[in-house]
């Protein structure tokens, strides 16, 4: 299957700062990734829909001015959580669409990269 | 209602016998579902997809939909202790992206 890369795969960080989380599609070119949050015990929430060369697509309640989405390029999209404080640490998890052809019919797949655990001390 | 729901469980089973996991999502216009496997602390692994109604087999994974009573279902056969993670269903409900599930958690009991 395609691969899609993270990083870094964990970061730890003080508050206030700013992290950049880095989404590569290996093997494959993806005009729309997505970017999931995951808090322990809990089910991935999407936060946006990363378009290259547009803006992104942001979920209602997550504040774009926060979490700044750049999809510069098919096989790139960069997630930077401005100003990070506590409550943000989480795993996030980026995903790129692949059209898959499967018994003569063309179905999206979603393959995931590894996560970054986020620590914001 | 939310979208995709599963049954949080924890659902135990003993090593070698069949697991049942349950999923139902209100989007009649959902055309295909997937399920995912997510060990502790990793990122979602796709097991399979399905979109036809009746039943798809892959391995020890049988995936069933029937789309009347929006419904999925995974079954894992001879289940193993390493099939013990998070199951999570998922589908397209009129986005481009995934919506999941809460997941449901799965014990195999050597």
């Known amino acids: 299957g395609a691969v899609v890369s993270q990083h870094p795969s964990r970061v730890i960080c003080k508050s206030g700062t700013s992290v950049k989380i880095e989404c590569r599609s290996l093997?494959?070119?993806?005009?729309?990734m997505f970017w999931y949050r995951q808090f322990p015990k809990q089910s991935l929430m999407l936060m946006a829909t990363?378009?290259?060369?547009?803006?992104?697509?942001?979920e209602q309640g997550v504040e774009k001015d926060k979490f700044l989405i750049n999809h510069a390029s098919l096989t790139l999209s960069t997630l930077t959580v401005t100003s990070a404080h506590p409550e943000d640490s989480s795993f996030y998890i980026c995903?790129?669409?692949?059209?898959?052809?499967?018994?003569?019919?063309?179905?999206?797949?979603?393959?995931f990269g590894p996560g970054t655990r986020l620590t914001v001390l | 209602q939310k979208e995709v729901e599963q049954n949080s469980g924890p659902l135990s089973v003993p090593e070698g016998a069949i697991a049942s996991l349950n999923c139902t999502y209100s989007?009649?216009?959902?055309?295909?579902f997937f399920w995912y496997r997510q060990y502790s602390g990793k990122s979602p692994e796709l097991i399979m997809f399905?979109?036809?109604?009746g039943d798809k087999e892959d391995g020890r994974f049988t995936a069933q939909l029937n789309k009347a009573s929006q419904y999925v279902s995974l079954l894992i056969r001879d289940s193993q202790p390493s099939d013990s993670a998070t199951y999570l269903c998922?589908?397209?409900?009129?986005?481009?992206?995934?919506?999941f599930g809460s997941g449901t958690r799965l014990q195999v009991q050597p």
């Open positions: 995903s790129a669409n692949l059209k898959v052809r499967q018994t003569g019919r063309l179905y999206n797949e979603q393959f």
């Open positions: 990363s378009n290259e060369g547009s803006k992104a697509t942001y």
């Open positions: 998922a589908g397209y409900t009129g986005r481009r992206a995934l919506t």
């Open positions: 399905i979109y036809s109604n």
């Open positions: 989007d009649r216009g959902s055309q295909s």
């Open positions: 093997d494959f070119q993806a005009t729309t």
